[in-house]
T-cell receptor
């Protein structure tokens, strides 16, 4: 059975700190890994990673995939209160209509 | 921009009632998905559909059915609502054979 595990499940840090969120996966026919950010409503897309070792970056957020060790990390530098959210990791195994296998999420709280 | 809309943000129903949750997407996506999201359990796939009138069971289909009569619309039906179906329900869509899913704002259903 496909499995995605995120750690930590929750994290409280102070504004300005740097955080690293982890995602490991065991997925048959793995093709790509996606990160989403969910505030009070719909998850919004952050990154999709397909190739190992290539960092994707968007402002203070960055992510990288290690296909040999089957994990990905999401880094957020100089955190702000607006970064408070649940961060979801999902693995995609392709096959046309197959959905994503989601982890349980990391609940990140940034304190002022 | 892709838009996925859901018929209600909040819904309160009584045990035994038949409940319809509607989802509409405006980007001509082939795939549509229904998830439920519960604290500590993450996002779990209920059903998905890859074409009109086609449906596939996800991880937790028991107690639910779906209908897709038009490409843009995917309905989730609770034939006889029960209290353990109190949850946040998220609809999503994606193009065929593409992993990135676009989510609706969610419907928070309470069954009393």
């Amino acid at each position: 059975e496909d499995k995605v595990v995120q750690s930590p499940l929750s994290l409280v840090v102070h504004e300005g700190d740097t955080v690293t969120l982890n995602c490991s996966y065991e997925v048959t026919n793995f093709r790509s890994l996606l990160w989403y950010k969910q505030e009070k409503k719909a998850p919004t897309f952050l990154f999709m990673l397909t190739s190992s070792g290539i960092e994707k970056k968007s402002g203070r957020l960055s992510s990288i995939l290690d296909k040999k060790e089957l994990f990905s990390i999401l880094n957020i530098t100089a955190t702000q209160t607006g970064d408070s959210a649940v961060y979801l990791c999902a693995a995609y195994s392709g096959g046309g209509a197959d959905g994503l296998t989601f982890g349980k999420g990391t609940h990140l709280i940034i304190q002022p | 921009d892709v838009k996925v809309t859901q018929s209600s943000r909040y819904l309160v129903k009584r045990t035994g009632e038949k409940v319809f949750l509607e989802c509409v997407q405006d980007m001509d996506h082939e795939n549509m998905f229904w998830y439920r999201q519960d604290p500590g359990l993450g996002l779990r796939l209920i059903y998905f559909s890859y074409d009109v009138k086609m449906k596939e069971k996800g991880d937790i289909p028991e107690g639910y059915s779906v209908s897709r009569e038009k490409k843009e619309r995917f309905s989730l039906i609770l034939e006889s609502a029960s209290t353990n179906q109190t949850s946040m329900y998220l609809c999503a869509s994606s193009p065929w054979d593409r992993p990135k899913q676009y989510f609706g704002p969610g419907t928070r259903l309470t069954v009393t």
